[in-house]
Nanobody, 127 residues
Framework: QVHLVESGGGSVQAGGSLRLSCAASGDIYNNNCMGWFRQAPGKEREGVATIYTGGGSPYYADAVKGRFTISQDNAKATLYLQMNSLKPEDTAMYYC????????????????????WGEGTLVTISS
């Protein structure tokens, strides 16, 4: 079981920046696939960015490419999401996720495997 706690959400104006953090504890294994997902009101949850904690190229949704950066500090067991040039359409609840162990390798992109989830942190962008 993995316990994930997000922080860093808030309200900013369009064009601003926020940095989300996710503190992880519990059954974190080497080269885990972790990521950020978001769910806007009335919409389905979508993957924003994912990364293997052991390194490698991250995945970004097209809507956030060039504006968001996912990173991790393995020593602190913390995942980050730096969000720049924020837009009103980025308004959503943002969730940190750590993929459960799987018997064979899977791509570290949304849609593969099952995840442990945090409680979420709300991001609100005003125009």
């Amino acid at each position: 079981q993995v316990h994930l706690v997000e922080s860093g959400g808030g309200s900013v104006q369009a064009g601003g920046s926020l940095r989300l953090s996710c503190a992880a504890s519990g059954d974190i294994y080497n080269n885990n696939c972790m990521g950020w997902f978001r769910q806007a009101p009335g919409k389905e949850r979508e993957g924003v960015a994912t990364i293997y904690t052991g390194g490698g190229s991250p995945y970004y949704a097209d809507a956030v490419k060039g504006r968001f950066t996912i990173s991790q500090d393995n020593a602190k067991a913390t995942l980050y999401l730096q969000m720049n040039s924020l837009k009103p359409e980025d308004t959503a609840m943002y969730y940190c996720a750590a993929r459960l162990r799987h018997p064979y390798p899977l791509p570290c992109t949304p849609g593969y495997g099952e995840y442990n989830w945090g409680e979420g942190t709300l991001v609100t962008i005003s125009s």
